[in-house]
């Protein structure tokens, strides 16, 4: 039909302008220091680099413009004001702080970062720092034969992502999470190298679409990204808990999240109406299964218009929040970007005329279909804009939520791009940026008006967000789950180095749908999975409309009484759980952690996707295939001890283990101790005691650090806690213990102390005082009540 017009002629798309060709930055030309800054002037642009601790430097290159040192909104830190020596030869130009030297090559402009003990982290080879006239950057390292890379944030696969090639774009995908689908949700370009022992971290502060490639060569990995700067960040480690604590003093740590949200979670897709949540709620009760959260999908919405309630289906909403309150359960509601467009309703209405919501230059308001029909979508770069939704939520507040499920929030858009037209432009704060680079950012932000204004809300209470998308740093703000995965046993296989490489990200607070969310779960698959989730930093049931249902007791009462079982354990460690958020909030390590973390030294531990830790004490080896009774688990340096049966196992070595349905395999490192607590129906009810479990080494040292608060409000910032140290000593026949205490928090609950490994006469001196205990015989446990 265009054949007899113009368009007969359209030039080829290669023109000869050779925009997919590689620049390379070319060589160095000038140097100058200003102050903390010093910039290198190459052929083709400056580059920056300034140091924000001593262990910690920054290179940015911007090859279409100024070379600037603002940050996304991913970090949070401030430089600090390091000593830098500076020293150029003929060849290069060198940096040195107390933790990194970079060595600047000048012709060709190349880059190589050493720790203070000398060892190479990063090098720059025939290729370097690259772009093309697209607009497209790249940066090329060196790989070497002993790397291993970790982190990366959500993605599918096993734990070591070398000879993998990874996109970062926020993206809903419902179909199968497969091993190769990428990407999902979540967008973290950073990753750890673990090489020979020791690690050491990058991120990649760039916003737009990026891609990790760690497959097209061997002797070689690129990051790249669709626009914007070289912006990255070297983390000199040297252990992968310093690279942790590094990546998240830039982007933050997550605040301690009230207990109520370690509790067991339940929900579907959907609860539809009051009656059934009531139903639902007074089934848990009579058969004394714990809950503290009952969440409500998409349904409970008047024509799924957010900050409504469909009052046919929830006639009175707070007096239903009120009632499952007085029973310890939180509701937790879905809350979308998408604003239905319908001029009688008024948070439509206040956006338009506020003009608060996505747009074209030209000015008109960006559409998009999602749940309500078409829909506008807040601008969540505009800080007026977070104000303003961050305040909506007190419709949620004055109905007694403390809690809020955000999804779709990539955004997730019904057209054949998955989301929002990537020509509309965002109001960052008065500078106009298109939706292609922020994209990326767009859950993040709806996360920090979320958390903020419930936070404000909320006169001092924790609030907890649950998000599907997020960036690097949206650990601040949120938990995450992994989104729409399956009923399948690839995909609770899958879940563990999702979320062990989620931890590693810096996000501690993490978890899969237990029993999946798609497709038709049954009894054994729930089971096993359930032994895991009550594991995971995060613990929620949930799956789909038109599925079978997944409640605890929905495959009869062999099934039922194992989750049961597992629901319950999950509230008796919720005391060394609680610890462990303590010390996320406080460094950045994860709650579950790969052994690898923990073990870099042994490379047993580098390709270990199927076994957590808990802590660096407590090793979780879940069954996941079907009708499996044995497993081959794999114990790290040390002596550990099975959690059932207080069998001693030898560690650096692999071991078959069996274990029924009934049965997580589990174990305890030998000359360390874990704290327990008494079963509760929510974490609403008295918290009365705390188990000390000491598994006694023959000999040697070690420490237990045990954290509590009032687990509600922000009183901890302000010293009111309690932290109590554990101090152990062991011989063949005595366990010498001091504990020292911090804070101005007084718990209710009294403590105990039970030894394993001991004997009948094991000494124990508790503070210089000699202690009287009751003998177990058959597990050869002492048992001591502290006075």
């Known amino acids: 039909m265009l054949e007899d017009t113009s368009f007969a002629i359209l030039p080829e798309q290669n023109d000869g302008t050779n925009e997919g060709r590689l620049i390379d930055i070319g060589n ?125 944030g959500e993605k599918t696969g096993f734990l070591d992502k070398r000879g993998e090639k990874m996109t970062m774009w926020n993206t809903d995908v419902y179909a199968p999470h497969n091993p190769e689908t990428d990407p999902l949700y979540q967008s973290h370009p950073y990753f750890m190298t673990v090489r020979n022992g020791y690690a050491h971290g990058l ?118 929040i009120h009632d499952l309150r007085e029973e310890g359960v939180h509701v937790v509601p879905i809350v979308d970007p998408g604003v239905k467009a319908d001029p009688e309703y008024h948070v439509y209405r206040e956006g338009v005329r506020r003009d608060y919501f996505c747009k074209y230059m030209e000015g008109n308001i960006f559409f998009g279909e999602v749940w309500p029909g078409k829909s506008a979508f807040p601008d969540f770069m505009n800080k007026k804009v977070r104000r303003w939704w961050g305040g909506n939520h007190q419709f949620y507040t004055d109905l007694g939520i403390e809690g809020i499920w955000n999804d779709m929030n990539e955004p997730s858009v019904f057209n054949e791009t998955k989301t929002m037209d990537v020509t509309v432009m965002h109001d960052y704060d008065g500078e106009w940026k298109t939706h292609r680079e922020l994209h990326n950012v767009y859950g993040l932000m709806m996360g920090e008006a979320t958390y903020k204004g419930m936070k404000k809300l909320l006169n001092g209470k924790r609030p907890f967000l649950l998000t599907r998308a997020g960036f690097s740093g949206i650990q601040r703000y949120a938990a995450v789950w992994t989104g729409d995965n399956r009923s399948f046993w690839e995909h609770l296989q899958m879940s563990l180095p999702m979320c062990m490489n989620l931890g590693l990200s810096g996000v501690a607070f993490c978890g899969p749908d237990v029993g999946g969310f798609a497709h038709h779960t049954n009894g054994e698959l729930l089971t096993r999975w359930t032994q895991v989730g009550a594991f995971m930093p995060y613990f929620r049931n949930h799956c789909a409309i038109g599925f079978r249902r997944q409640e605890p007791w929905a495959f009869g009462e062999t099934y039922e009484r194992i989750i049961k079982k597992y629901i ?137 650090t045990l954290y509590d608060d009032d687990g509600q409000t922000f009183a901890y910032e302000k010293g009111q806690y309690f932290r109590m140290h554990l101090e152990m000593e062991y011989s063949e026949h005595t366990v010498q213990l001091v504990t020292k205490t911090e804070g101005t928090y007084e718990p209710s609950w009294t403590w105990s102390l039970a030894i394993h490994g001991a004997t009948e006469q094991t000494k124990v001196m508790l503070n210089g005082n000699e202690q009287q205990g009751t003998w177990d015989r058959e597990r050869s446990i002492l048992w001591i009540k502290n006075e």
């Open 28 to 152: 160095m030309l000038a140097f100058l220091r200003e102050k903390h800054v010093f910039s290198f002037s190459c052929d083709t642009g400056v580059v920056k680099i300034r140091f924000y601790r001593e262990d910690v430097v920054r290179v940015v290159f911007h090859p279409f413009g100024e070379t600037s040192l603002k940050t996304s909104v991913a970090v949070i830190k401030q430089p600090e004001k390091v000593e830098v020596a500076a020293r150029e030869t003929d060849e290069a130009v060198t940096l040195t702080s107390t933790k990194l030297t970079v060595v600047l090559q000048k012709r060709p402009f190349r880059v190589f970062v050493y720790d203070d003990a000398g060892r190479l982290l990063v090098a720059e080879g025939e290729r370097g720092m690259a772009f093309t006239h697209r607009g497209h950057v790249y940066c090329y390292k060196r790989m070497d034969e002993a790397d291993h890379f970790y982190g990366f």
């Open 203 to 320: 991120f990649f502060d760039n916003t737009h679409k990026t891609t990790f490639d760690f497959q097209t060569a061997d002797d070689e990995y690129c990051f790249s990204a669709e626009g914007g700067a070289i912006d990255y960040y070297i983390l000199a480690g040297p252990a992968p808990k310093d690279v942790l604590e590094q990546y998240t003093d830039l982007t933050g740590r997550m605040p301690i999240p009230p207990k109520w949200a370690l509790g067991y979670h339940q929900s579907r897709y959907s609860y539809e109406t009051e009656q059934e949540v009531r139903e639902l709620m007074q089934t848990f009760r009579e058969k004394d299964i714990p809950l503290d959260a009952i969440y409500l999908d998409i349904h409970y919405m008047d024509g799924y218009r957010v900050f409504t309630f469909d009052r046919n289906r929830f006639p009175n909403p707070k007096q239903l």
């Open 568 to 704: 319950q354990m999950r509230y008796e460690w919720l005391p060394h759980l609680y610890t462990l958020f303590a010390e996320a909030h406080e460094t950045g390590a994860p709650v579950m952690r790969p052994l690898v973390f923990e073990y870099p030294n042994d490379e047993n531990t580098y390709h270990l996707s199927d076994e957590f830790l808990v802590g660096d004490n407590v090793l979780i080896a879940p069954i996941m295939t079907p009708k499996t009774m044995h497993r081959v688990v794999y114990l790290p340096k040390g002596k550990w001890v099975n959690y059932w049966t207080d069998e001693v196992l030898e560690g650096e070595r692999h071991h078959l283990v069996h274990a029924d349905l009934e049965t997580l395999p589990i174990f305890v490192k030998q000359g360390s101790a874990i704290a327990l607590g008494n079963v509760r129906r929510s974490t609403d009810s008295p918290d009365e005691q705390r188990f000390i479990h000491l598994y006694k080494a023959d000999e040697g040292k070690a420490m237990y």
